[in-house]
């Protein structure tokens, strides 16, 4: 699925950023495109996600799950990437890009540390100085995180403002870039100024492009009938939808973070509580009061705690191509050991709102069902702890 020139999928994204920013943003319009078709630059990406990476990630057959729900689920396992996470994908791919564009220090924001963790790996690879903003909150409740990106050599700046999370964190990083014009600014999923909601996409389609070939090599399977991916700001739901797009008997579900309910005043659920605005350079579904005040985002997950969403996201669940469906702390958490018991599996509490949706949807006994893993719990053991602990 691809924008407009002016980065638009329906109503949502486009550029909306300072004149001090104009030059970069522009820059990098003029040359993502023909840098990633470079067949040197598909070579190079190619071998990293390989060798270093660890790609192609297994796609593997949960008979436990497919038992319990009666059904065939199968788990993408990007928890199985380098660094735990899909956001390895991105990383590598962008520094990359900052490299041909001759740029030679990285700035990125991060929620859960899993991108800033990806930054620092891809910067200490490439010998690059990385600068990570993580908003205070975020830099308790993931601490293993915030010990690797130091020991990567990055600077972890933490952001005290607001709620002190990821929309903290991205905010402190582009009035850091509006004063460094020169950085290269690494931004960890589909949000932000056109062009990064589709070079972001992009860089993940590789998730959906295993998904396809391994189906068909390894099941013969043509199409499943189910993709779903946990949203925050919707990179691995980009990456595990994108080549299903344009196959309509593809159900496509994106779940989003309930908190402690959508209603509840403590949520991140953005595709149902959120109305059109502008955040971190994009126009999209934004949780605002009706001044245009951010509402504070809360979920027991650091990756998901985010008042937007993607705008491709936001025009795939608006125009109903994709469902949304949304999953609580205590549901996620309880599918986090639902798949640890069965399969063996502990995995972050991101993903594991992906794996709460398969109590949600009624599935037939042939269906094929893809749950895309988005990455491995080592961050989370202490909430997990603490959660198991007290016998709820
Ligand atoms: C960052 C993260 C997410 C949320 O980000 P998206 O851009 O929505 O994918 C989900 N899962 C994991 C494991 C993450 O690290």
Redesign the pocket.
Known sequence: MKPTIDGFYGNFGGAFVPEMLHKNVEELKNNYITILSDSEFKKELAGLLKNYVGRPTPLYKAENLSRIYKTNVFLKREDLNHTG???INNALGQILLAKKMGKTSIIAET??G??GVATATACALFGLPCKVFMGELDIERQAPNVARMKMLGAEVIPALSGSKTLKDATNEAIRYWIANPEAYYLI???VGPHPYPDLVARLQAVISKEIKQQLLTENSIENPDYVIA????????AGAFYHFIDNEDVKLVAVEAAGEGVNTGKSAATFQLGSLGVIHGNQTLVMQNSEGQIIEPYSISA??DYPGIGPMLAELLTSKRCIGLDATDLEALEAAKLLTQQEGIIP?L??AHAIAALEKIKFKPTDVVVVNL??RGDKDMDTYMNYFKNGK
Do not use: M, R, Y
């Open positions: 996470a899909h956001k929620g859960a899993q991108h960890g999923s589909v946990c949203v925050g700001g919707g990179s691995n739901a990756g998901l972050a991101e993903s988005s990455g």
